[in-house]
T-cell receptor, first 113, second 114 residues
Framework: AQSVTQLDSHVSVSEGTPVLLRCNYSSSYSPSLFWYVQHPNKGLQLLLKYTSAATLVKGINGFEAEFKKSETSFHLTKPSAHMSDAAEYFCVVSGDTGNQFYFGTGTSLTVIP | KAGVTQTPRYLIKTRGQQVTLSCSPISGHRSVSWYQQTPGQGLQFLFEYFSETQRNKGNFPGRFSGRQFSNSRSEMNVSTLELGDSALYLC?????????????FGEGSRLTVL
């Protein structure tokens, strides 16, 4: 069975400081992993994805994530937070077939000016 | 190109009523998935349609149903509404059924059940 755990429900950082959003997953096979972002009253947008290629994945807006199989983790990072990064972030693991995906409960990122 | 369009964006119903939500995927996308988003449960998978056939179904009661038309547009229906059905219902489309693919989400239909 697949599951995703986002270790922090809320993260607060100052503008210009690094961002770390933590995600652990559980899967009975080699999954694809994703990070999505949801701004208020908007749909979800893909930030980046890992699909068994390079373990360090670069996404949009300066975000990147590293797939660590030994730790079953897929943490999202960004060197310097911007005010526009304030949003809800979801870590997602693929199901074994088709378009069934499993979402974490989300991490709300606040950026303090 | 146009994104995923969901209608209506907001609606209010009372317990016992039924509701139908509509989703128009991105042109050329054949897979449509539905998710329920609530503050307590996060995003939960409802079902996926591809080529007018339901391919996957999440753990929801039979009151939740859906269908897909030949033009890939999809509808979901919830009958005998309960207070707990209040949620943001998100539709996502993708070109195919590869689980490495990107989902493109609409802005959702926010249902309030009174």
């Amino acid at each position: 069975a697949q599951s995703v755990t986002q270790l922090d429900s809320h993260v607060s950082v100052s503008e210009g400081t690094p961002v770390l959003l933590r995600c652990n997953y559980s899967s009975s096979y080699s999954p694809s992993l994703f990070w999505y972002v949801q701004h208020p009253n908007k749909g979800l947008q893909l930030l980046l994805k890992y699909t068994s290629a390079a373990t360090l994945v670069k996404g949009i807006n300066g975000f990147e994530a590293e797939f660590k199989k030994s730790e079953t983790s897929f943490h999202l990072t960004k060197p310097s937070a911007h005010m526009s990064d304030a949003a809800e972030y979801f870590c997602v693991v693929s199901g074994d077939t088709g378009n069934q995906f499993y979402f974490g409960t989300g991490t709300s990122l606040t950026v303090i000016p | 190109k146009a994104g995923v369009t969901q209608t209506p964006r907001y609606l209010i119903k009372t317990r016992g009523q039924q509701v139908t939500l509509s989703c128009s995927p991105i042109s050329g996308h054949r897979s449509v998935s539905w998710y329920q988003q609530t503050p307590g449960q996060g995003l939960q998978f409802l079902f996926e349609y591809f080529s007018e056939t339901q391919r996957n179904k999440g753990n929801f009661p039979g009151r939740f149903s859906g269908r897909q038309f030949s033009n890939s547009r999809s509808e979901m229906n919830v009958s005998t509404l309960e207070l707990g059905d209040s949620a943001l219902y998100l539709c996502a489309s993708s070109r195919d059924r590869k689980n490495t693919g990107e989902l493109f989400f609409g802005e959702g239909s926010r249902l309030t059940v009174l």
